[in-house]
C-alpha cells in the first residue's frame, strides 16, 4: 500500500524533503486554500525561537482562521505555519464531499467502525436506530475500505441528516509531502493527545526528563534560548502504554508572572529527541500565540489572568510541581527508520501490542491543491485533552 519514501531531513523534524523544498512547492497554492498572508511573530517574544501564522479568512463558521508554525529555524516554522493552513482547508467538508457520504444505522452497515469506539460524550447514541453520516476509510492492517462516521473526519462538521456523534475536532489531522509522511504523522498526533489526556486525567505522576547527556545541537540551542530569557522550562516524558515516546513542555515566566504565559507544548515521535524538539518549539508558538493575541481559540488566557499567576500554578500543579523521577533523553529509545513506511509500520506494531490494531485513514488531499493531506483515526485512543465530556476506558 506504502511506498518506501525514505526520511532525507532529519533537521528539527523528519521529513522526506527539506523545509525550503515544502516551501517552494507548496507557496503558490495557498491563495487557492484561501491564505491571504504568511507573517512572521516571533520578534513579538524575547525568547527568539521562530513562529510564524498564516491568516485564512475564509475559514468555516466554526473553525479557527490563524494558524501558528513552529521551528528551530525560520524556514522549519514558516513551512509548519503554510501545511496547517492545507490540513485545515482540506479537512473542510465542501460542495463535492457530499457525494462521498451515505446515511446509515450502524447495525445495518457492512464493514464500518462502531462510534461508540470513538468515545462518545453522552449516551443518546443507538446503535439500531441512531441514523449517521459515514464516509470510506483505508484499514491499515489489511488495505480495505471500511465506513466510519463523517464526524471523525471532517472539522467542523455539522450533519446534514443524522445525529451529531460529538464535536468535531482536528485530532489525527496531517499533511505532508508524501501521503505516507503524514499518515505517520497523523499517527503521532493521535498517540500524542492519548499519552496527553491520560496524564491530565490522572494527573500520576510522570518523570521529568534531562537533556544533559544529548548532543543533538539544536536541543540544546532551544534550551539555551529559554535560559537566556529567563523563562523556565521543564520536559517532562508523558509515554504511555503505547511505546512511542510522548514528551510534554511546560514553562513558566518568572520574569512577567503573567498566567496566560503558563504554556505547554507536546510532541509525539519515535525519536525522542524530536519528540522534545516538537515541544519544546510548541512552547514558543503557545507564548507568541498568546501574546499576539490573534487567534481565535485563546479565550482561556483571560480565564487564567483573571485566576492570577500563584493560582494557576497551583491548579496546574500536576504540570508544575516537582516530579517523583528524573531521567535522562539519552536513556529513552530511538525507534525511528530510515523510511516512513518503516515508521509506520513500526507505531503500527507497538499500537497493536497494547491491543489497537484497527488503524483507519481517510485521504482528505484536494485536487486542486494535490498537497497529502489525511486524517488518521484510532478508535479506543482518548482525547480527553481536547473534548474533556469524552472519557473512555482508560481514564477509568
Known amino acids: 500500500m506504502f511506498q518506501d519514501v525514505p526520511i532525507k531531513y532529519f533537521g528539527c523534524t523528519h521529513r522526506s524533503i527539506s523545509p525550503e523544498k515544502t516551501i517552494k512547492n507548496v507557496e503558490g497554492k495557498l491563495k487557492t486554500a484561501g491564505v491571504t498572508r504568511i507573517a512572521e511573530i516571533t ?33 522549519q516554522a514558516k513551512a509548519s505555519a503554510m501545511m496547517e493552513s ?37 449516551s443518546t447514541f443507538d446503535p439500531e436506530t441512531s441514523e449517521i453520516e459515514w464516509v470510506k476509510a483505508t484499514y491499515l492492517k489489511d488495505e480495505k ?57 490522572k494527573h500520576k505522576s510522570k518523570p521529568e526528563v534531562s537533556c544533559e547527556g544529548t548532543e543533538n545541537q539544536i536541543i540544546k540551542d532551544i534550551l539555551s534560548k529559554f535560559d537566556d530569557a529567563k523563562i523556565n522550562v521543564k520536559l517532562v516524558d508523558l509515554t504511555a502504554d503505547v511505546e512511542v515516546t510522548t514528551m ?7 520574569v512577567l508572572k503573567d498566567p496566560a504565559l503558563l504554556t505547554l507544548g507536546v510532541g509525539t515521535h519515535l525519536d525522542p529527541e ?15 500565540t498568546q501574546i499576539h493575541g490573534t487567534r481565535e481559540d485563546t479565550v482561556r488566557a483571560v480565564f487564567m489572568r483573571k485566576a492570577g499567576y500563584e493560582r494557576m500554578k497551583r491548579i496546574n500543579k500536576h504540570w508544575f510541581g516537582e516530579s517523583e523521577k528524573k531521567i535522562d533523553i539519552s536513556e529513552i529509545k530511538n525507534r525511528s527508520g530510515k523510511s516512513f513506511k518503516e515508521d509506520i509500520g513500526t507505531s503500527f506494531k507497538l499500537l497493536e501490542k497494547c491491543g489497537f ?21 484510532i478508535p479506543g485512543l482518548e482525547v480527553y485533552s481536547l473534548d474533556a465530556d469524552r472519557v473512555g476506558n482508560r481514564l477509568v
Open 145 to 201: 475500505e471500511y465506513f466510519v462516521p463523517a464526524n471523525s473526519v471532517y472539522h467542523p462538521f455539522n450533519p446534514t441528516n443524522g445525529v451529531d456523534l460529538f464535536k468535531s475536532n482536528t485530532n489525527g489531522l496531517a499533511s505532508g509531502n508524501r501521503l505516507e509522511e503524514a499518515v505517520f504523522h497523523g499517527m503521532m498526533e493521535v498517540i500524542e493527545r492519548d499519552a496527553w489526556s491520560i496524564f491530565e486525567a
Open 248 to 254: 510534554a513542555a511546560v514553562s513558566d515566566d518568572p
Open 86 to 122: 492545507f490540513e485545515r482547508y482540506s479537512a473542510e467538508f465542501q460542495g463535492t464531499d457530499g457525494d462521498n457520504i451515505i446515511s446509515g444505522v450502524f447495525n445495518e452497515m457492512e464493514s464500518s467502525i462502531n462510534p461508540k469506539s470513538l468515545i462518545l460524550p453522552y
Open 274 to 288: 524530536i519528540a522534545a524538539i516538537r515541544a519544546l518549539t510548541e512552547v514558543a508558538q503557545s507564548r507568541a
Open 357 to 377: 490494531d484497527d488503524v483507519l485513514y481517510v485521504d482528505l488531499t484536494r485536487p486542486e491543491i494535490q498537497i497529502p493531506v489525511v486524517r488518521v483515526i
Open 43 to 75: 520578534h513579538l517574544d524575547r525568547v527568539g525561537i521562530p513562529v510564524y501564522s498564516a491568516i485564512r479568512p475564509s475559514a468555516a463558521e466554526g473553525a479557527v482562521s490563524i494558524y501558528a508554525g513552529k521551528g528551530a529555524t525560520k524556514t
